[in-house]
């Protein structure tokens, strides 16, 4: 009988040093897979060659012409992106489609030329030229009005606060602003001078005008910018900044950034106005190496730059800066000759002739068009884009 319990002690003991090396083994794996994961976090976040192989050989990030869903345009189709939708405007009628190409909705826009300008979940369609402007919000017209004077560019916010310069036959430009309901805040007048783009602070606070008169030998640029609640008792008080820019330089887009900071685009630089009206410079166009730059990005400018890489070789970079901190950039290797750039708040695309890439704000790969052609134009927005072509749009998640 005791030799019997000693055996099944025996038996036991090595049931549990079986057990327990298995426990190790699997202890070990996970710390090795652990360490695996790890690492490669670390190599995707820090070796651009890295991210590129994976996102084409592993995360299929490589798209096709002609391998994608089609939306089938003529060419008097206007095409817009927005919301994560393509928007088509032809004959009078607005249609909206998925990512799928399938179409979500229809609504009657009666504008034939128009501008589109979105924010958010807004939309605006307006008749350049023309009078009738539509705002738009998930599958409804909020409002629609025939202004008085030709429009000549609209803005709106997030929040669905809408800005329209029109030419009027006594002063130069008139500026009307309205609420997302439609009702009209207030109306200012510029006498000398042209508008070149407007923006409204998405705490509904500011309009900000940029204007140039360009009515002389030397160009002179100034941003102003109107308190809204301000202007809604009296114009006397409403302006509470005016910014001047040096002579000869040019403004070329304003907008507004997720911490309500406007974002000055010149043609040689790119400034910020913060709160207090401190200006701060972001970027310089450095001339022959800076190709193009947007500042259509929430808190971030995006621009191309060759640079320089040896006696005689550079390469082209794409460079996406924080506005808040310039010295916090992550940048793209393109190689290849950029045709354009393309901006939405948080995506950002480059035409590269056949091949369109897509990049986050990490400086990431996220799509990579193919085209057997030059690829002519690009419509996107955060979740979407589509490549328009002769009589059709592919469809392009995002």
């Given amino acids: 009988m ?8 025996v038996k036991k003991s090595k049931k549990k040093k079986r057990k327990s090396g298995k426990q190790k083994i699997v202890r070990i794996g996970l710390i090795c897979a652990l360490l695996l994961i790890v690492f490669g976090i670390v190599l995707y976040s820090n070796n651009e060659n890295f991210r590129n192989f994976m996102g084409t050989h592993i995360f299929n990030r490589e798209v096709h012409e002609n391998n994608l869903p089609e939306i089938a345009i003529n060419r008097n189709t206007h095409v817009f992106a927005h919301n994560g939708r393509i928007i088509t405007l032809e004959q009078n009628m607005l249609r909206a489609y ?67 310069s029109m030419a009027d036959a006594t002063f130069s430009t008139v500026i009307e602003t309205f609420n997302s309901e439609g009702a009209r805040l207030f109306r200012t007048f510029l006498a000398t001078s042209n508008v070149v783009d407007m923006a409204i602070s998405n705490n509904n606070r500011y309009l900000a005008i940029a204007e140039a008169n360009l009515s002389g030998i030397i ?114 290797e393109l190689g290849g000759t950029p045709r354009s750039l393309d901006a939405a708040p948080n995506i950002i695309g480059v035409n590269l002739g056949t091949e369109v890439v897509f990049v986050n704000m990490n400086g990431w790969l996220v799509r990579r068009y193919h085209s057997v052609g030059e690829v002519q134009k690009i419509v996107m927005c955060d979740r979407i884009a589509g490549i328009v072509h002769r009589n059709r749009i592919e469809v392009i998640s995002l």
């Avoid at 259509?296 to 550079?314: C, M």
């Fill in 2 to 9: 005791i030799g019997e319990d000693e055996g099944q002690k």
């Fill in 98 to 164: 998925n990512r799928a190409a399938n179409e979500e909705f229809a609504l009657s826009v009666r504008v034939t030329n128009p501008t589109f300008v979105s924010e958010g979940s807004f939309l605006v369609v307006a008749e350049s030229g023309g009078n009738r402007i539509y705002l738009i919000s998930g599958r409804n017209i909020l409002w629609q009005k025939e202004l008085e004077d030709e429009i000549d560019s609209v803005a709106v916010n997030r929040n669905g606060y809408v800005a329209v």
């Fill in 219 to 332: 160009i002179q640029s100034n941003i102003r910018i109107i308190s809204i609640e301000n202007a809604q008792e009296s114009s006397t008080n409403a302006i509470i900044h005016t910014h001047m820019a040096d002579v000869g330089d040019l403004i070329i887009r304003i907008k507004y950034d997720s911490r309500n900071n406007l974002i000055c685009m010149y043609d040689g630089y790119i400034d910020s106005i913060r709160s207090g009206n401190e200006n701060n410079r972001l970027a310089e166009f450095t001339s022959g190496t800076t190709l193009f730059a947007d500042i259509n990005l929430d808190s971030h400018i995006a621009k191309i730059v060759r640079e320089s890489t040896g006696l005689f070789s550079n390469e082209v970079v794409l460079k996406i800066i924080d506005s808040n901190n310039t010295s916090r950039a992550n940048r793209f």
